[in-house]
């Protein structure tokens, strides 16, 4: 891991998903299976198929799914009937989240869905501010919103998140320093954006972080 120097990072901007709490594995992986096996209770056999070749896919989502309105709607109604109760943590989680700088969560996805994440998770005590946000453009907005609210200058706040095409790319473009956090057995993007460090720990973001 490359020597990297933090010393004028004020604030933390953290992503949620496959960052802080393994998303993909509990609760990812279950919904799409059940939504396979939806299409499958419909007839629809040959599409749940299609639908389990995707799992784990980098970019795969539902809403992008190459089948007809009416599968389409089966598979993402069964999909988006998730139970948070089963999500937990990353063991590392909270080596960053209890370190002294002050910390924002930034997590795209459902108001519903990801509000329930939160209060089951319990992370409201950890961070100043948590911005729900519904698209991938809207990340790099908060991120905007963010700097301007705490007067802050693009090198004084860190962009820890897990995906190189969303969070690291939005903080490339806003000149801000970034973490990318590998995960074991999470796709991640490649592309043109570089990290200005990669862990696979936040124990390890935390250690070179100021106090």
């Not at 996805?109 to 319990?122: I, T, Y």
């Amino acid at each position: 891991m490359p020597k990297s120097d933090f010393s004028k990072v004020k604030l933390l901007i953290i992503d949620l998903d496959n960052t802080l709490c393994d998303t993909f594995h509990t609760l990812s992986l279950h919904q799409w299976e059940k939504a396979a096996r939806a299409l499958e209770k419909d007839g629809r056999v040959r599409q749940a198929d299609a639908l389990r070749g995707e799992f784990g896919k980098a970019s795969f989502s539902l809403e992008q799914l190459k089948m007809p309105m009416e599968e389409r709607r089966i598979a993402i109604k069964a999909y988006d009937a998730v139970r948070v109760k089963t999500l937990t943590l990353f063991p590392d989680a909270k080596a960053i989240m209890s370190h002294p700088l002050p910390k924002v969560l930034v997590t795209r996805g459902e108001r519903k869905l990801q509000d329930e994440k939160v209060a089951h998770l319990k992370l409201q005590k950890y961070f100043k501010e948590i911005y729900l946000v519904p698209t991938f453009k809207s990340k790099k907005d908060a991120f905007k919103a963010i700097l301007k609210r705490h007067n802050l200058k693009p090198g004084e706040a860190l962009v820890i998140g897990d995906r190189v095409e969303e969070e690291i790319k939005d903080a490339n473009q806003l000149r801000m320093p970034s973490c990318l956090v590998r995960r074991p057995m999470w796709p991640t993007h490649k592309g043109v954006a570089k990290p200005t460090i990669t862990v696979r720990s936040l124990r390890a973001i935390a250690k070179l972080l100021p106090r």
